[in-house]
T-cell receptor, first 112, second 116 residues
Framework: AQKVTQAQTEISVVEKEDVTLDCVYE???????LFWYKQPPSGELVFLIR??????QNEISGRYSWNFQKSTSSFNFTITASQVVDSAVYFC?????????FGKGNQVVVIP | KAGVTQTPRYLIKTRGQQVTLSCSPI?????VSWYQQTPGQGLQFLFE???????NKGNFPGRFSGRQFSNSRSEMNVSTLELGDSALYLC???????????????FGQGTRLTVV
């Protein structure tokens, strides 16, 4: 079975601070994909980033960056210089066998 | 390019009734998945369709069913509604390129179902 754990439930930061979201996953698959999605109040899940299991290179895309460590089964996500528009629920997800397993989500509140 | 479209956006039904939700995927996407989101259980996978065939099914009772048409549009049906079926139902489409070549899933805005 696949499992995704996001330990923090709600995180509040002041605008322009960095915020890091932790994600730990469990899977028996040797090939899998990891994702981060953002869910604003409108309800739609917005795709942010994707990483496959055989590429541990960490990257930066604009204000987003991620740290994938296969040895610790972690896929952490950082928003740099947070903005009020970043306030949303963020979900970490694992794709195996054509289905997504989601974590419980992190409610991020950016205070102006 | 149009995104994933789900209809209706909101629905109120009575216990015991049945409901059908619709999803139009992004053009060219042949894989369509459905998820249920509730405050208690979070996001849970319902089923996935590809080329009109159900490839995967989550751990939901048989009251939950779905289908996919030749144009990749999908519907899900819930029969004999229960209060616990109240949830946000999200549809996602993706461009399936083969085993272990999954691409990201794009989600619709969901259908908010309230069972009273």
């Amino acid at each position: 079975a696949q499992k995704v754990t996001q330990a923090q439930t709600e995180i509040s930061v002041v605008e322009k601070e960095d915020v890091t979201l932790d994600c730990v996953y469990e899977t028996r698959d040797t090939t899998y994909y990891l994702f981060w999605y953002k869910q604003p109040p409108s309800g739609e899940l917005v795709f942010l980033i994707r990483r496959n299991s055989f590429d541990e290179q960490n990257e930066i895309s604009g204000r987003y960056s991620w740290n994938f460590q296969k040895s610790t089964s972690s896929f952490n996500f950082t928003i740099t210089a947070s903005q009020v528009v970043d306030s949303a629920v963020y979900f970490c997800a694992l794709n195996g066998n054509n289905r997504l397993a989601f974590g419980k989500g992190n409610q991020v509140v950016v205070i102006p | 390019k149009a995104g994933v479209t789900q209809t209706p956006r909101y629905l109120i039904k009575t216990r015991g009734q049945q409901v059908t939700l619709s999803c139009s995927p992004i053009s060219g996407h042949r894989s369509v998945s459905w998820y249920q989101q509730t405050p208690g259980q979070g996001l849970q996978f319902l089923f996935e369709y590809f080329s009109e065939t159900q490839r995967n099914k989550g751990n939901f009772p048989g009251r939950f069913s779905g289908r996919q048409f030749s144009n990749s549009r999908s519907e899900m049906n819930v029969s004999t509604l229960e209060l616990g079926d109240s949830a946000l139902y999200l549809c996602a489409s993706s461009l399936y390129r083969g085993p272990y070549l999954n691409t990201e899933a794009f989600f619709g805005q969901g259908t908010r179902l309230t069972v009273v």
